[in-house]
């Protein structure tokens, strides 16, 4: 996964060059815009935690499968997450 900083609160997560999710720090962590394609939850949690961003909530902008594949995976690490 390619991780690029795009603003001081803004990060954005690429994987294989094409499919585009987001962590948008917001007060004492973030909120994940998107969660990618299948497979990307595990570069996802370690981008947030390599980057001390704990995710608080999960925003999905729209229901394609490059924008929602990874949420179950996603759901279960993070418990209590805001959805």
């Not at 499919?19 to 570069?43: I, Q």
Request: aromatic fraction near 8%; charged fraction near 25%.
């Amino acid at each position: 996964m390619q991780i690029v900083k795009e603003s001081e609160n803004l990060y954005r997560l690429t994987r294989f060059g094409l499919f585009n999710c987001f962590l948008v720090r917001d007060g004492e962590g973030c909120t994940l815009v998107d969660t990618n394609v299948w497979g990307s939850a595990k570069p996802i949690l370690k981008a947030s935690q390599d980057l001390r961003w704990p995710i608080r909530r999960i925003l999905l902008t729209h229901a394609h499968f490059d924008h929602v594949a990874s949420l179950n995976e996603l759901a279960t690490e993070l418990p209590g997450v805001e959805g």
